[in-house]
């Protein structure tokens, strides 16, 4: 198959973790005969110290062009502590995915038998979670009108969901529970939100279409004590937009390190498959950074974008046997020996090959 992904390193760890996952990419293509295509793109800080824009109009169309986006991480410091910059590197992640369509983030969470006692969480509570969390993407607070009011001293976001957003994430959300347990819990905020009580409304509704799914509804401050009291009880959750952000960045720690969940973004437009984990500025350029989570995207991207499912497991393997074999970085080494970035993506690169 020939496959044309788009590189989208973007800031700080970004291309570190990048690079990995392309020598992934390129060993399970040698092994499996693909033939791949990369044309690297800018997004994040870097686009917009080259081209004032976060999300050039070059990167968009090479992302529409491409089977699939490989996207590290977008963020930089000089932009956090200033309220006043009018451009941001987080604007750009936020323009590709409106723009691409991206409405539905794809976050499996799963536990590494050899690393649930890393966790900061009980090893029994965590040996064996293993869940999907399906965060809409597109909407609520991220995109709803926002601003400031009383020259300057009142501000608002809006966290306004249209039905036909709803609609779409849930059937998807529903869909995967089918292909899993069949548990779907729907996390919102209904006893005060209107919005979330637009969200269980509609949730109602498409219940009878899935009489196989068992569904339930939780509310988002108890299903984040549930996170880490007793992961094991999910399957797949789905949430909207702000709530999906905090939540898996808190469920992360069920695996043990936030540097191993993965994720995919799709849509309508090509699909995007990054690490959670964001820019971690503070270990840019140090080597140091734990590739898994990007090497596990690439997996996803596999999967989920070009259907290949034997490469994704093949991925998955090396990944695993990394771990099992403490070839890991410092996130993970406890008191053994910590690789570095390019250390662990040339193993995990070696042992598919
Ligand atoms: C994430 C990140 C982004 C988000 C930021 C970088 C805009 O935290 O993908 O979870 O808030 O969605
Ligand atoms: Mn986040």
């Not at 044309?4 to 973790?17: H, R, T, Y």
């Not at 040996?127 to 709803?144: I, K, N, P, Q, S």
């Not at 306004?160 to 292909?179: C, G, M, Q, S, T």
Request: a negative charge; one cysteine or more.
């Amino acid at each position: 198959m020939k496959l044309k992904i788009a590189k989208l390193p973007g800031d700080g760890i970004g291309p570190e973790v990048v690079a990995q996952a392309v020598k992934v990419v390129d060993a399970v293509c040698a092994r499996y005969g693909h033939e791949v295509e990369y044309r690297e793109a800018l997004v994040g800080a870097c686009a917009i110290d080259a081209t004032c824009s976060a999300y050039p109009e070059e990167t968009h169309r090479i992302c529409l062009e491409s089977d699939a986006v490989l996207f590290g991480a977008v963020g930089d410091p000089k932009y956090d502590n200033d309220p006043t910059a009018k451009v941001r590197p987080e604007t750009g992640l936020l323009a590709m995915r409106k723009q691409l369509g991206l409405y539905a983030n794809l976050r499996p969470v799963e536990t590494f038998k050899s690393l649930v006692h890393k966790s900061p969480l009980k090893e029994d509570l965590v040996d064996g979670a293993d869940f999907l969390c399906v965060r809409e993407l597109t909407g609520g607070m991220y995109f709803g009108a926002k601003g400031r009011e009383d020259g300057g001293d009142t501000a608002y976001d809006t966290n306004i969901y249209h039905r036909f957003e709803i609609e779409r994430i849930l059937k998807l959300a529903f869909e995967y529970a089918r292909r899993r347990r069949r548990h779907l819990t729907v996390v919102d905020k209904a006893n005060v939100l209107e919005s979330s009580r637009l969200w269980r409304q509609i949730a109602k509704e498409m219940e009878p279409q899935y009489p196989d799914v068992q569904v339930d509804y939780m509310f988002v401050d108890n299903a984040a004590m549930k996170l880490i009291t007793g992961p094991k009880f999910f399957d797949v959750l789905v949430t909207e937009n702000t709530f999906g952000d905090i939540l898996t960045d808190e469920a992360s720690c069920v695996s043990g390190s936030m540097g191993l969940l993965a994720s995919a973004s799709v849509g309508e437009h090509t699909s995007l498959f990054e690490p959670i984990h964001g820019s971690y500025p503070q270990a840019a350029g140090k080597n140091i950074a734990n590739p898994l989570a990007t090497i596990l995207s690439a997996a996803m991207m596999f999967e989920y974008a070009f259907g290949l499912m034997k490469e994704g497991a093949a991925i998955r393997k090396a990944v695993t046997e990394s771990i099992d074999n403490n070839i890991v970085t410092e996130d993970l080494a406890g008191s053994g020996k910590a690789y570095s970035t390019s250390e662990v993506g040339d193993w995990v690169a070696s042992n598919i090959r």
